[in-house]
């Protein structure tokens, strides 16, 4: 297990861990956006920047996103050196000026000293920041139905052709994992609707309550190898299901 | 095996020797890119039915070729007459038969041949061009010399010899060994020693393990890559085959940028050709080693000349570039290892195993091994293509082998390392081009472009062209990069409208260093180059903008107006020239300009030869019309 | 997104796709391939090729959108290029852009109405000694001069010289 040290403080952490995984077992505060538990580490706010070095280094720092830095035995973490620090304001600052509304923005701005931005305001606000969480989580659940289309300060989160994508499911994993809730849904126990696109709710045979889509539960039916009658009753129907089984089993009165 | 193999190649040198026995003497028509464009096609097509209808091949063994890029680019289309090492320059489809009538009869066509640009002098051979004479062929030593599209012309010029000589009478480990001698480092710009980055590759576990040609080539201003790629892919080949053998790889990728179809065209041709004599494809030559090469091409993204965006690239995906804290060398294409090496590297490594390390170290500077092809263009006499021992001086490049400055004007800077660089300016002259000197002095080496630049360029101009380049190149994946350009082009765009804040080279260099350190990948790292070597050798020229609305070299529209003077002698050239008509009058009486019409474009102030035209501020313009309206 | 005349012939894109092997790695040379025969990506084709090489049709919009050889609009006839490579700038190219655009009518990236021309912005072409270059269909002009401009649309197929 490599032991390292961050601010100071020594710790172990198992063999491939990123140094962000370090730092939080420290108990050492590092800024993110872009990542999360559910998805692999992506390396793209460029918030969670670090300056790193090694004794056989003599003296000489490397700036490095924590997220994606592999731990090793002898590293040398600094979370708050000068340079940091700036590059922090600098992202800050700049997605301020991108999306000058938005809450969370305006928060982690604020803790680094910036109340308003020093650059030019986005005439035209947005909360999503690119952080590409959102295409991320679609990737990762083997959907695919948002991408990233277009580059550079043209980019955005967009279905194909900008039209209802065909593949979304309705799962809503992406609205979820949205830092900024940027991605917009409606949903009640008929219907649902996200990027456009309409789906049929599944309502449980037991309590009539919705939980997913029929097309969500199509899809998991047919890449699990889960019967498609698993989706027939919502979660808290199939425990009391169980429940009364077992109470059945046990012959309990 | 050994013997097999040696001889089995010995033969197929014998066989290209003899296909070439018969030609006493070779038209070499340059057909690179720059000659294309001015009809090189044509005009090799020209040759070829001339020297048919006299049967010039049989009678005297004459023969045409189409080849590579002969250098001289300024001064195409470009015909060399070999042996006997006859320049012809701008060569016309009508000068033909006079070449060729010559030719047979042992002379040379006197006003046809290079012309110096200063003396006026008209120069036959090669050698004694000045242009020509300082250079020092060795990664182009087959360009302009070889039909590329003819193995059997490569293979009697030497090419595959260092295959055989890798193959059969190296280890993997003295190949590695020998590269680490010359010292050569890439070719593509951050200057990486090769032979270290083979040795990481060889030890590290994973397989396939795939070796890689970057001929993405974006830096504006060079085509030094293009030229090997369509004038000498064998050269390419070869190098990959070596590195292959190296490193303990069988499958390779040569990654051609988009915009370059016929480098695609001959590297597929070369790769076909080759694969027939065995030369590539499984057991090469009988060694047991198999190799075997794919091209793909680039769609159209300049990120992708980044190693990481590269190999996303192949792998049909987009350009995004990844953090490299793991090396591609242990994690590359497909999570491989894998070695990506510039195409200029590759083409150095044959000549390298044949002649032995030491011969290529023994030329260049302590830390810069060996010889680079650069692209010297812009505003210079001689632009072209050329190949000097590290250590020369940039002095010497500009003025020496380019000629000078055209059309009297005066030396400004000197741009090297593309997007990624920075501007060289007069009193940094002196200094010899090696990758430290360059990056000390605020630029890098980057892939061999050198836009000359002189006093009619501006450098806050210079600096935002870049930048807009790379807002149109940047993935967007990263904050610093995809925001702090877009930031950063507004802040130019201040400037050079004249409405900047006097604070505003303050947080241009804030966002610089953001910038620098906080970026995913080198295109954003070094996004702030231009902007930061132009601030720090043209200061002054800034400060003009800003504080004094004025742009020193008459370039940015928004802050300059043109007039016609009272020496105006009514020559009349600045009629032509003008784009929107705003100059009138008749030939041999003064012109004038009507300012309404004038967009401020200065074509008639770098057309005019008596100096009748001035440029300056135009707020003084408007100062006067306010002054005309008062004084109504 | 631009109105998409309903591609009903699928034959070349399958034509296309029967060539290389059905994986992601062959994206870029097919998209490439369909670009050149259709003169832009019409979305049926994209969605023909999400099928068979088995790439959610997401990232194949995503990398339709990110490549600039790739339109997924359709284009002019004729595609009008100007070099901006750094050696074409300092000689005058921003002046060619803004002389061919008030000639046409259009802005770099844009198509005349009667889908006769595209004029694009192009990166280095290579042909720096002959600087500023633009590209006609497939004919270059180097040396290019704004005041000729109308000339260069007219001709075609000829050479600046020879």
Redesign the interface.
């Known amino acids: 297990m490599p032991k390292l040290t961050i601010d100071g403080k020594s710790v172990e952490v198992r063999e491939g861990a990123f140094v962000l995984e370090a730092a939080r077992k420290a108990g050492v505060d590092i800024p993110t956006l872009c990542h999360h538990e559910a998805v692999e580490p992506w ?5 969670c ?1 670090v300056d790193v070095t090694f004794d056989h280094w003599d003296g000489w720092y490397k ?3 924590a997220c ?3 731990v090793a035995e002898g590293l040398i973490v600094k979370t708050r050196t000068e ?1 940091v620090m ?2 922090r ?3 800050l600052d ?2 301020l ?2 999306s000058p509304e938005t809450p969370l923005i305006q928060k982690l701005a604020a803790e680094h000293g910036i109340k308003q931005t ?3 305001p986005n005439d035209e606000p947005t909360d999503c ?2 952080c ?1 969480l959102c ?1 991320r989580i ?1 990737d990762h659940l083997g ?13 955005e989160i967009a ?5 209802p ?3 979304c499911i309705g799962c809503l994993a992406c609205a979820e994992i949205c830092p900024t809730d940027h991605i917009k849904y409606k949903t009640n126990d008929f219907t649902r609707e996200i990027w456009g696109k309409s789906f049929e709710m599944l309502r449980c045979s037991r309590c009539g309550k919705a939980h997913i889509t029929v097309a969500q539960a199509d899809f998991f039916a047919g890449r699990n190898g889960v019967p498609r009658s698993y989706f027939e009753l919502c979660d808290e129907c199939k425990r009391k299901e169980h429940a009364d089984l077992f109470a059945r089993l046990g012959g309990s009165p | 095996m050994r013997t097999e193999g040696i001889a089995r190649f010995e033969a197929l040198k014998e066989e290209a020797q003899a296909r070439v026995a018969a030609r006493k003497r070779e038209i070499l028509v340059c057909c690179g890119t720059g000659c294309r464009a001015r009809g090189a096609l044509e005009l090799a097509d020209r040759f070829a039915d001339e020297v048919t209808k006299r049967g010039l091949e049989a009678s005297v063994g004459l023969y045409t070729k189409r080849v590579g890029c002969h250098g001289c680019c300024e001064q195409g289309p470009l015909v060399i007459v070999s042996p006997d090492d006859v320049l012809y320059a701008k060569v016309r489809k009508a000068h033909v038969s006079k070449i060729l009538d010559a030719v047979v009869a042992g002379e040379v066509v006197e006003k046809l041949l290079y012309k110096d640009p200063d003396s006026g002098e008209r120069i036959a051979h090669v050698a004694d061009i000045p242009f020509y004479k300082y250079q020092t062929k060795y990664v182009l030593r087959n360009v302009g010399k070889i039909d590329p599209t003819d193995i059997h012309d490569a293979l009697a010029h030497g090419a595959y010899q260092g295959v055989v000589k890798a193959l059969f009478e190296m280890t993997p480990e003295e190949v590695i060994e020998e590269v680490r001698i010359s010292g050569l480092r890439g070719r593509g710009g951050a200057g990486f020693a090769t032979a270290r980055k083979w040795a990481a590759c060889r030890k590290a576990e994973g397989s396939p393990k795939y070796v890689l040609c970057n001929g993405d080539e974006g830096d504006p201003g060079a085509f030094e890559d293009a030229s090997l790629m369509e004038g000498d892919p064998h050269a390419v080949l070869e190098g990959m085959i070596i590195g292959a053998y190296a490193v303990g790889s069988s499958e390779g990728y040569i990654y051609v940028r988009d915009e370059y179809p016929v480098a695609v065209k001959h590297l597929q041709r070369a790769i076909d050709q080759a694969r027939e004599l065995g030369l590539l494809g499984e057991d090469i030559l009988g060694s047991g080693v198999s190799f075997d090469i794919r091209i793909s091409r680039g769609g159209g993204a300049f990120v992708c000349g980044e190693s990481s965006a590269l190999m996303r690239s192949i792998e049909g995906k987009v350009g995004e570039p990844r953090a490299k804290y793991v090396h591609a060398t242990d994690r590359g294409l497909w999570d491989r290892p894998t070695v990506l090496n510039n195409v200029e590297t590759w083409a150095t490594i044959g000549k390298l195993i044949v002649e032995g390390g030491a011969t290529f170290a023994s030329m260049g500077t302590e830390k810069s091994k060996g010889t680079k092809a650069f692209t010297l263009v812009g505003k210079v006499k001689n632009t072209g293509l050329i190949e000097l021992p590290m250590g020369t001086t940039l002095r010497h490049i500009v003025f020496d082998i380019g000629g000078g400055m055209p059309k009297g004007r005066s030396f400004k800077a000197v741009q090297t390392g593309g997007p990624s660089g920075g501007c060289v300016p007069a009193d940094l002259l002196d200094a010899p081009v090696d990758y430290e000197v360059l990056t000390e002095a605020g630029s890098m080496m980057g892939s061999g472009g050198m836009i000359v630049m002189d006093d009619r360029t501006c450098m806050v101009n210079v600096a935002r062209y870049f930048l807009n380049f790379l807002i149109e190149e940047s993935c967007g994946k990263c904050v610093p990069c995809r925001e702090g350009l877009k930031q950063m082009q507004l802040m130019y765009d201040d400037i050079l409208e004249g409405r900047a804040d006097p604070d505003i080279l303050d947080r241009i260099e804030a966002l610089s260093a953001g910038m620098k350190v906080g970026s995913l990948c080198d295109l954003g790292r070094s996004a702030p180059n231009p902007v930061l070597s132009t601030l720090r050798h043209f200061r002054a020229e800034y400060e003009a903008h800003i504080q004094e609305h004025r742009c020193p070299a008459g370039v940015c529209r928004e802050l300059t107006a043109f007039e016609i003077l009272d020496n105006c002698d009514g020559c009349h050239l600045c009629v032509p020239a003008c784009p929107t008509s705003a100059i009138s009058g008749k030939p041999k009486t003064l012109h004038t300009l009507d300012q309404d019409l004038c967009i401020s474009c200065g074509a008639c102030f770098d057309v005019c030869p008596t100096g009748a035209i001035r440029h300056f501020p135009k707020r003084e313009l408007k100062e006067r019309n306010a002054h005309a309206e008062t004084d109504h | 997104m631009a109105e998409q005349s309903p591609c009903t012939d699928m034959a070349p894109v399958d034509d296309i796709l029967s060539s290389y092997p059905r994986e992601e790695a062959s994206l870029i040379q097919v998209l490439q391939d369909v670009q050149r025969v259709y003169n832009y990506l019409p979305c049926e084709a994209l969605t023909r090729v999400s099928e068979v090489l088995g790439v959610p049709l997401a990232k194949v919009f995503s990398v339709s959108t990110f490549y600039k050889a790739f339109s997924i609009e359709p284009q002019g006839k004729v595609t009008v290029k100007v070099c901006m490579g750094t050696a074409c700038h300092i000689r005058g190219a921003p002046q060619l852009v803004d002389e061919l655009s008030r000639t046409l009518g259009i802005a770099p990236g844009e198509t005349t109405p009667d889908l006769e021309f595209t004029l694009k912005t192009v990166n280095c072409v290579g042909a720096c000694a002959m600087a500023p270059v633009m590209i006609v269909g497939e004919t270059y002009h180097g040396n290019a001069m704004p005041a000729k401009v109308s000339s260069y649309l007219g001709k075609k197929g000829v050479t600046d010289e020879n």
Do not use: W
Request: proline share 10%.
């Open positions: 390396g793209g706010c460029r918030l920047m700036c490095v996103a994606l830095y592999p340079r700036n590059v304001k600098v992202v700049l997605l000026a991108r020093s650059f030019v920041i690119l590409g295409t679609c959907i695919s139905a948002i991408s990233a289309v277009d580059r550079g300060i043209g980019r279905p194909p052709f900008h039209e994508p065909p593949d």
